[in-house]
């Protein structure tokens, strides 16, 4: 399963770096890249929670 978040509030790899590190942590997250030129964070697994997926990038600062 792919779900693709539309993410505001990422500017630098940096803010890329820690998303990809806190959503890949998520029980049944295989990948993830979140790309700040696009706004978007690519999330593939099997059976992940997407409201866990949304939590994590907004206690990070950022908004869905």
């Not at 500017?11 to 700040?36: F, R, T, W």
Request: hydrophobic share 35%; proline share 2%; charged share 25%.
């Amino acid at each position: 399963m792919k779900k693709t978040f539309k993410v505001s509030g990422m500017h630098c790899p940096s803010c890329e770096k820690v998303l990809q590190m806190d959503i890949g942590e998520i029980a049944g997250v295989k990948s993830v890249k979140a790309n700040y030129k696009a706004g978007t964070v690519d999330v593939n697994g099997e059976g992940f929670d997407e409201s866990a997926v949304k939590k994590a990038i907004v206690q990070n600062g950022y908004k869905v």
